[in-house]
Every structure is written in structure tokens, then in C-alpha cells.
């Protein structure tokens, strides 16, 4: 699926979440790419089974239009945020991501707009990528995992190796800049209660909100 909605710990089509919600707001996301530049042992791209017709694994990555396309037959009445998000790294695709981003709130202004990211576009890039998100995102939710460096490329694998864990602290305070709503993640089950209390301390010294994600294994 490239534009999807969840519920209860599944991934379903739009149709489907009218069905369940027939009345009020909701969030939809949009799946760009099956890339990731981690590899993250808690990842739900090796574990969780899924149908055929509501899998996130994409054939091929869709074109800028194609998803176009896609969000204008969403049941706007009902949206009340787009969220970046999927199987893989969003900022992979970082141009057209940012043109659709664009394209959401050219269209849809009242909508709020969210990147679920693992921060490490400016790794990928070579440059600071924070100003890439003034204007286009309300809330940006980066993947913070672990409370010390060491740790964090245990878990995630990156491809950078362990100048990782900095660059993503650091990307999330420039983020600060250039977007209202910066939150930092961790998965409960996979990090125990001190770790997760690191963690929040962390965020609280950078003025950055954590938020406790349910894990999920199937």
C-alpha cells in the first residue's frame, strides 16, 4: 500500500478505515520507498506478516504523480493529518518528499502534516537537511532509541556507523528551528524502565519531547 491508514496495530486500506470510523478525523500515511539506511533489530520490515493486498513492501516506488493522485481520492472530509511514514526511510526520498509535503499543504492547509523519520538524513545528505522542513511540517517524530551511542547502533544497525547516534540528536534541535513539533521515540519492551527513564532525560535537557511507542511482533 502507498496510502494507508492504521488501526489497532494493523496497516488497511482507506475504504476499510471508513468502515470501522465512519465519522471524525483521522490520520493517513504514505508509503514512499522500501529503503532504509538502518537496520534496526526491533523492525517490523523482517517480523510482521501481512496480506498481499495491505502489505507496506512496495513492488516499485511510486512516482511524485502517482501518490498525487492517491492523496486527491482521499476522503478529505475525514483527514486530519498526513503522515509521512511506511516500511522504509522517507528522507530517502528527500526531494520528493519534501514536493509532497508541499503539495499537502498547497492543497489541504487545514491538515496537519508529520514526518516519522530516523533522523539521519543529514548523514545520507552531507549537509544540514533541517531548514528542508520550514514550513512543510507541523510535527517531525525521529526514532531516538537508545539513551547512549553504543547502544543505539546496536539496535539500529545504521549504515553510518557510530557517529549515528550524535548526528541524530543534533538534527533533531535544528529541527527545533524550522519545525513546531519535535518528538523523539523509543519502543517500550525493547528498552526497560531505567533506559527509557534515560532516555526522557535526554529529551528534557534539549527541550524535546519523548514519546513511549507500543511495541509490536506480529
Not at 70 to 87: M, N, R, T
Not at 141 to 157: C, D, G, V
Request: proline content about 3%; glycine content about 4%; hydrophobic content about 35%.
Amino acid at each position: 500500500m502507498i496510502v494507508y491508514a492504521y488501526d489497532k496495530g494493523e496497516y488497511i486500506t482507506l475504504e476499510e478505515s471508513l468502515k470501522r470510523q465512519p465519522e471524525g478525523k483521522r490520520a493517513i500515511y504514505v508509503n514512499l520507498t522500501n529503503r532504509c539506511t538502518c537496520s534496526c533489530t526491533f523492525c517490523l520490515r523482517s517480523m510482521k506478516k501481512m496480506a498481499e493486498e495491505t502489505t507496506l513492501w512496495l513492488k516499485k516506488e511510486p512516482t511524485v504523480a502517482e501518490v498525487q493522485a492517491l492523496l486527491d481520492a482521499a476522503p478529505w472530509d475525514y483527514v486530519g493529518e498526513v503522515v509521512f511514514c511506511g516500511f522504509g526511510e522517507p528522507t530517502e526520498r528527500l526531494e520528493d518528499l519534501k514536493n509532497l509535503l508541499a503539495y499537502v499543504k498547497q492543497t489541504h492547509s487545514d491538515v496537519l502534516t508529520r514526518l516519522n523519520t530516523n533522523g539521519l538524513s543529514d548523514l545520507s545528505y552531507g549537509r544540514d537537511t533541517a531548514p528542508d522542513f520550514k514550513g512543510l511540517l507541523d510535527t517531525i517524530s525521529i526514532s531516538l532509541n537508545a539513551s547512549n551511542k553504543e547502544r543505539y547502533l546496536e539496535l539500529t544497525r545504521s549504515r553510518f556507523g557510530i557517529q549515528s547516534y550524535d548526528a541524530m540528536l543534533q538534527f533533531a534541535q535544528r529541527c527545533k528551528q524550522y519545525v513546531p513539533n519535535v518528538v523523539l521515540t523509543v519502543v517500550d519492551h525493547v528498552e526497560d524502565s531505567e533506559e527509557i527513564a534515560k532516555c526522557r532525560a535526554i529529551c528534557q535537557e534539549r527541550g524535546l519531547t519523548l514519546r513511549v511507542r507500543v511495541y509490536e511482533d506480529s
